[in-house]
DNA sequence: TTTTTAATTTAGATTTGCCTAAATATATTT
DNA sequence: AAATATATTTAGGCAAATCTAAATTAAAAA
């Protein structure tokens, strides 16, 4: 397979992930997230229409081949290895794993990447309840999902919380849950669907179905 | 500390060890080692001299200064901690293990260096038998001594061996000791100095004095 | 001590990845 | 359908790290 520059890769990645969202990049768009200037942009995507990784034609926006979403997915795969790498064996908090992990993907090895998956016994999920491409490239697309639609004992992290109030936010803040806060369902009670909850090394404790219900969680397949 | 590419990190690390052989290290010198044209140790040398990391006049080579030796061990400690990684807990050989810390070590998180150092469990030597500076960049000065000085029940490996002739090729070759083995002295006897040898996961196996003292190795301080 | 050879440096390019400012194409309003 | 605004591309530059070919300096030989 073709080696890229750092770079390169960075902009693969980026242009996948915002692929998820539009069907289409923009230049601007993509010169936001990656923090460069538009210019920039036009001239990396012609460097990458040349080795058949983006389709483009100017004026027109920009998304991956085939061929380059293969490779993005080989990024993303090394990128949430190495942050559950950091995250279990090297006890980095869940914030901290990206910054380091936005480096170590682009070292290129192959067998690295395959030995390291071994040695993490193939983890599905990174630290953020994303989930992590196999070696084909398989990847299991996780939506979010209500807390309270969360099967038992399975980890699952909060990712977002449909409701922006601030008696919402005080209850979250109270119970020490926020984005990246890591639960797990223990118990659902019939009488009133509230739930038994863990999170971290704490007493399990109990929540309302009104709040479950709008505590969105990654993963947990 | 001041950050440096990966290029001016090899250059440094390349200088260190050159410096260990020689007092001064030659443009034409460290050229041959990192694989370009004297041209490009020049230009380079005058930007490592404004970084104050190396001393040097034209035409009279250079050396590190106080400042280049400690970051030229910080990236020897680096390179040797992944080394440890890839051979002891993702089962590299010791052989492909330098290829791939030759990029692992310009990751430039100090907390992922000592996180490592410590989920590693402070390892002193790398798989080759090279020593790895702490995190204060104290690095053991180890020499090679011949097999037959090793301590017992010590993992050493074998660096070097102090004859060239057929015959001891031969003997070596039958027993499957060559650089990079890794052998451990179980017993020594007293009534002709031979020596009990344990490499990889075979059966022990005795030596005579006269090759054990031929057989150089490094580390088991 | 010259002369010759070898090592080193300088001059001038090239590639990658980025930038600013200006031009141009597309989209949105009137 | 113009006119205006926004998005995108082009033109021209810059810094890092490399190179080749041409000086230049130092070392070795005569
Ligand atoms: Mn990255
Ligand atoms: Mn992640
Ligand atoms: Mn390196
Ligand atoms: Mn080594």
Redesign the pocket.
Known sequence: MLN?????E??IKTIFHLQEEEKNV????L?AV??????????????LKQKKLVH???????RLTTGGNRYALSIIRRHRLWEFFLFEKLKFSWDEVHSVAEELEHVSSKKLIDKLDEFLDFPRFDPHGDPIPDNQGKILKTRQIPLSEMPLNRTAVVCNVGDQSASILELMDHNKIGIGTRVEVKKRFDFDHSLEIKIRQQVPFIISESLAKKIFVKHGA
Chains 1, 2 share one sequence.
């Open positions: 890229l520059s750092a770079s390169e960075n902009y923009t230049t601007n768009g010169a990656l923090n460069t200037r538009p210019a920039s942009i036009t001239d990396m995507m012609k460097k483009y034609q100017p004026y027109r926006g920009f």
